[in-house]
């Protein structure tokens, strides 16, 4: 039972343009969420959180939001930029007050491909 | 080195066979759990160390699967009589706090092969 989900395996965006990555959830007890980063023949690498108390964290070109009753949760990037192209993984956890110990639930990943 | 190592970085090994898998976390570091990622699915989590505390070993998905850690050295993950379902990237991660997105960083991941 995948409790994590990124329905779309791959994303195709042009320089400059905002790319939009998106992940739902289905367990409600999650509630911490990180977005990491992949690239090819390296391990994911830590970009950005959100706690469950908030719907919005913003860092640089990166901003995640989260929407609760949706279960859902998306990462913005403006602008794009070629080096932005990897896999982005999106992760849950069961922490508690805001944080969370490592064991995350992650999704299957997204491929980001930007056109210069 | 300054950040997490394993090895092999490639194993194929033919089924029924045992295999070790090795992480060296970044020094000082005393929390290291290891994932694994199947071809499609998301990285899933399999144990979990921190200090001296008795593991988290609820993601270890058979009693096949056993992983040792000694203080806050480096971590193997051994699979015995492997399967073609154990194919997979293995990450290791460490860090210095165990809490995540604060600063764990992850291996390059050993790939395994079961022909």
């Known amino acids: 039972d995948q409790q994590v989900k990124q329905n779309s395996p791959s994303l195709s965006v042009q320089e400059g343009r905002i790319s939009i990555l998106n992940c739902d959830y289905t367990?409600?007890?999650?509630?911490?969420f990180l977005w990491y980063k992949k690239y090819p023949a390296e391990g994911p690498t830590f970009l950005i959180s959100i706690s469950s108390i908030k719907d919005k964290n913003e860092d640089g070109r990166f901003t995640v939001f989260l929407n609760k009753s949706a279960k859902h949760l998306s990462l913005h990037i403006v602008p794009s930029q070629p080096g932005d192209s990897a896999v982005y993984f999106c992760a849950a956890s069961l922490g508690a007050g805001g944080t969370s110990y490592g064991k995350l639930t992650f999704g299957q990943g997204t491929i980001l491909t930007v056109h210069p | 080195g300054a950040g997490v190592s394993q090895s092999p970085s490639n194993k194929v090994t033919e089924k029924g066979k045992d295999v070790e898998l090795r992480c060296d976390p970044i020094s000082g570091h005393t929390a290291l759990y290891w994932y694994r990622q199947r071809l499609g699915q998301g990285l899933e989590f399999l144990i979990y160390f921190q200090g001296n505390s008795a593991p988290d070993k609820s993601g270890l998905p058979s009693d096949r699967f056993s992983a040792e850690r000694t203080g806050e050295s480096v971590s193997t993950l051994t699979i015995q009589r492997t399967q073609q379902e154990d194919s997979a990237v293995y990450l290791c991660a460490s860090s210095s706090t165990g809490l995540a997105g604060t600063g764990e960083y992850f291996g390059p991941g050993t790939r395994l092969t079961v022909t």
């Open positions: 367990n409600s007890m999650f509630d911490y």
